[in-house]
């Protein structure tokens, strides 16, 4: 009988390991930040789980997005583009 394989990331919020399908992927693409919705984008990327505390704990934690992806985002952009997603999914954003 045959397995199938289902990959398992880590969420840069909660560090829980969860199925890559139930997260959403972030990759840096010419130069900035974005959210890969189909999970098809070259390069390396971030995953978070889409709720709100997941969000703001990744918030709190200052450079680990880019720290995640291995290249040098300012922080600013990467606050602002987080917070970007916190107003996309209904809530604020700590901080």
Known sequence: MRTTHVPIRTCLGCG??????????IVLKDRALIMDEKGGLPG????????GDCL??????????????RASVPGSEEEGFLR???QAWGGEGEG
Not at 16 to 25: A, I, S
Not at 44 to 51: D, F, H, K, N
Not at 56 to 69: C, F, I, M, V
């Open 44 to 51: 390396r990327g971030a995953y978070l789980c889409p709720q």
């Open 56 to 69: 703001n704990r990744l918030l709190k934690k200052r450079g680990r997005l880019s720290h995640a992806l």
């Open 84 to 86: 970007g997603i916190a």
């Open 16 to 25: 829980h390991k969860r199925p890559k399908k139930e997260l959403v992927r």
